[in-house]
Structures are given as structure tokens and as C-alpha cells.
């Protein structure tokens, strides 16, 4: 339960946070990009500077990339931890053209803000923070102890996150961590997320001649990387849709029949997805409803294609070179390392004598299930619904976040909150990402309510 002083202290000043997320977001911290280093340790230092305001102490830690902040709340003696977890970070805002206004110049209008980095996650972290303000200007102190990490490569896989884990596992010791990098159901309609699928990313490399060649001197001689390519990746998939690799369902931990009746009775609104998808059909494995297909159901798909000439006008070559990149989705009891042998052996079979293969591992991640009945559980689901007006509905997600299984491994944790404050139509990842100003609003008040939530 939210006190009404604190709900009161949120809305009276709502709007200079609204302010001062306006400055987080115009900050171009693009972590994969070499030129945005000294915007992404901005950011951090943004992070470090709001969290000192309310009387945190820490440090910002270099890494070998980008840094990791990491700071803690005034000590309040015999109660419960509990650790934030976000990142600062965004995504590259390409291909700008498709920007109504400019990336990193957030715009607000018909109640969003438009930014990158605004729902992922710059605008979900920054309720917490906002939430410690809020307690603290009405109350004066906080009802628990809080440890806030928060770094800056989580969109290029968090490579040095895990050690930072294992030299501080002392410090981040906690009852809960809360992470908010997510979504609701639907806007209006919070959620909280107990299972995420998980990742194995590979890159394919095909090589051919030498060099480009003359494909009127050696057509029809050699093998063309390009097709090759092409033969292979039509073949990771049957005319049904599902996954032709051998022993790629294997290991799949089936759905329970109550999870089944849970997803039925939230169904997706098929015509306003495709609208919002700009398509006309949506797909996928047979037996499954969208919600089964697109959160708890394992996948793969080609996430990009190179090889050959593809600009203006005509360069009749075979190329020396082709190439893709291919990610799996996967689900409980599905190893990404087991995944990845099973897929280079069907590839490697599928190659000709001629050409070669190669792999490249990118990003990994097991996949995750969450104890929904657990008192830290309920205590988020009591806090979201303060904060939003209505009780939340338990999800399963199908995107990874691979710092989950990093907290589980070295922490010991598996009290872990994925509590989203954004909407599945925030176009995360996307040209004109957003985020509700009023989720922006109920994500401060059930932070807070969470922090007393946890206190009980």
C-alpha cells in the first residue's frame, strides 16, 4: 500500500520528472558504438548524480567497455534488501529517416515521450529513482535498504557484467531484485513476468573463391557462397514453419495445462497486432495460439544477410563470401551450448564439397521460470496494483534478459521481480520508441509501494 503522502509528493511533482527524464534520454549513450563511449559514461555519471541527491553512497567501476554504477541507500537497520537493477544504455536509433523527430531530442506529444531509449529502458529504470525522491520528500527516510547496479552494455550482451558480479557477490547481496525491462500485457493491463525465453545467436560464414569472381568467365563451375547460403537457411525450417534441426525439440518443456488456459483467457488482439505490425497474416507453429508462439514456444529466425553486390545498378560477380546471422529463441530445459552443436552439425551436413563453413557464438542466454507464489511475489503484485489501480496478470515473455540467469548463478537469487512498466507497442529496438507518460507515472507509485510492500 502507497501512503498518501508519498502518492500525493508524485503527482505534485511529476512533471519535474517528466523533466528530468527528458534530460536522461537526450543523452546518446549507445553502447555499441565506439564514438557514443563518452555519452554512455554521461549517462552514468547522470545515474551516479541522481542517486547521490538522495543520499546514496557508491562509485562508478570502469570496465574494460563502459561503466558499471553501483551505489547504496542510507542503512536502515533489520530491514530487508532489495536490488534495482537497470541499464543506461540504448540501442542505435537507425535507420533515422523513420524518426518522426530526432532520437535524442525527446519529444512529447498525445501523452508519450519519444526517444530512444525511452522504454528500454532509460524511462522504466528511472522510476525507481524517482520513487526513492518521492519517499524520501514526503517521508524522509526509506523503509528499506536498497542497492541500485546499473550499467551501461546490457544492449550489446552485458560481456563484462558477470565478473563485476562475482568480485562484488558480497556487496549485492539482497532479499529481491526488482528489474524493469519489460512490458504489461497490454497498455492498461500491468503484468508481471515469471518466464523468459532464451537466446542462442550464431553467425554462418561461407567462403568460396578466393576473390569476387567474373560469374560469366565461372558460373556454372563453382559453387556461389550466396546460394549455398541461401540453400542452407531455407532448410533450418519445415513448410509448417517449425524447426528442422534435428533434435532441436528434444529437450522443451511443454506448457502446463493451467498456463494454457492462462494464455487463452488473455488472448491478443489479432487485428491490432497486424495493424501495428503493418501485416496482413501472422504465422508460426501449428497447435499454438499467438500468445503460446511468441512467449513460451522455441523459434528461429534469420536476423541478417550479407554476400555479393547490392548497390546501385549491376556487378556480375560470385562472391568470395557469404554470409548470415541466425537466432534461436529457446524455452526451459533447452541449453543454448547443446542448441548450438545440434545446429553447426545440420549446417555443416548441409554443406558442399567446394566452399567452407564457419561459426561465430554471439549472445546466449538461458532460458528462465520464475516461482510466481513466492512472499516477495505477491508483495510486487499488492505494489503494482497501488500503483496502477488493477491487480496484475502473470506472463511469460519472449525476449531474454540474460542478466536474470547472471543474478540467479552468482547471487543465489531467485527472488527476481520482472516488473514492466512500458507497453508491447513502445516500439523498443524501433524508430520512434516511446513511453506513456501515465505508465511513466503509475511505474514511480508502484516502485514506491514496492519498497514498502517488501518492508512488510
Not at 529481491?176 to 500491468?190: E, F, L, N, R
Not at 528461429?300 to 560477380?317: H, M, R, V
Request: charged share 25%; proline share 7%.
Amino acid at each position: 500500500m502507497l501512503p498518501d503522502r508519498i502518492s500525493s509528493f508524485i503527482s505534485d511533482h511529476i512533471e519535474d520528472f517528466t523533466r528530468e527524464l527528458v534530460q536522461f534520454l537526450a543523452i546518446p549513450s549507445v553502447s555499441t558504438l565506439s564514438e557514443h563511449s563518452d555519452d554512455v559514461l554521461s549517462a552514468a555519471r547522470w545515474v551516479f548524480d541522481q542517486l547521490e541527491r538522495c543520499g546514496f553512497k557508491g562509485r562508478i567501476y570502469p570496465t574494460e567497455r563502459h561503466p558499471i554504477v553501483l551505489a547504496r541507500s542510507p542503512e536502515v537497520s533489520g530491514a530487508p534488501v532489495l536490488l534495482i537493477y537497470g541499464h543506461y544504455d540504448v540501442q542505435p536509433p537507425e535507420p533515422l529517416d523513420e524518426w518522426h523527430t530526432p532520437p535524442f531530442s525527446p519529444d512529447i506529444r498525445d501523452g508519450f515521450i519519444y526517444a530512444r531509449g525511452a522504454s528500454d529502458d532509460k524511462g522504466q529504470f528511472l522510476t525507481y529513482i524517482k520513487a526513492v525522491e518521492a519517499v524520501l520528500g514526503a517521508e524522509g527516510k526509506l523503509p528499506i535498504n536498497l542497492i541500485v547496479l546499473a550499467e551501461g552494455e546490457e544492449e550489446i550482451g552485458s560481456p563484462n557484467l558477470e565478473k563485476f558480479l562475482v568480485d562484488h557477490r558480497d556487496e549485492l547481496r539482497a532479499d529481491a531484485v526488482t528489474i524493469s525491462d519489460g512490458s504489461q500485457i497490454a497498455p492498461g493491463s500491468p503484468a508481471i513476468t515469471y518466464g523468459l525465453r532464451g537466446l542462442s545467436y550464431l553467425q554462418i560464414d561461407i567462403r568460396g573463391p578466393r576473390f569476387d569472381v567474373h560469374s560469366g568467365v565461372f558460373g556454372g563451375i563453382i559453387h556461389n557462397p550466396a546460394q549455398v547460403l541461401v540453400d542452407m537457411l531455407q532448410k533450418l525450417k519445415n513448410p509448417d514453419g517449425t524447426v528442422a534441426i534435428p533434435g532441436f525439440y528434444d529437450d522443451v518443456l511443454g506448457l502446463e495445462d493451467w498456463e494454457r488456459k492462462e494464455m487463452v483467457s488473455t488472448p491478443a488482439d489479432i487485428d491490432a497486432l497486424m495493424n501495428y505490425l503493418g501485416v496482413s497474416e501472422l504465422t508460426g507453429e501449428p497447435g499454438y495460439s499467438v500468445t503460446e508462439r511468441s512467449t513460451a514456444r522455441p523459434t528461429l529466425d534469420i536476423n541478417g544477410l550479407w554476400g555479393g553486390f547490392s548497390g546501385e545498378g549491376a556487378k556480375t560477380i560470385i562472391p568470395a563470401r557469404a554470409g548470415a546471422k541466425v537466432s534461436m529463441r529457446l524455452v526451459p530445459n533447452q541449453v543454448p551450448e547443446r542448441i548450438d552443436q545440434l545446429f553447426m552439425r545440420f549446417v555443416k551436413d548441409l554443406c558442399p564439397a567446394g566452399v567452407s563453413v564457419e561459426f561465430k557464438g554471439i549472445h546466449h542466454a538461458d532460458p528462465v521460470l520464475i516461482n510466481r507464489n513466492t512472499s516477495r511475489m505477491l508483495a510486487a503484485e499488492r505494489a503494482i496494483e497501488s500503483g496502477f489501480g488493477k491487480k496484475p496478470r502473470f506472463k511469460r515473455e519472449g525476449g531474454s534478459i540474460p542478466v536474470v540467469n547472471l543474478f540467479r548463478k552468482h547471487l543465489d537469487q531467485e527472488n527476481i521481480l520482472l516488473l514492466g512498466w512500458g507497453s508491447p507497442d513502445d516500439g523498443v529496438h524501433s524508430p520512434n520508441e516511446r513511453f506513456c507518460l501515465d505508465d511513466f507515472h503509475r511505474g514511480i507509485r508502484s516502485a514506491a509501494a514496492l519498497f514498502y510492500e517488501i518492508a512488510r
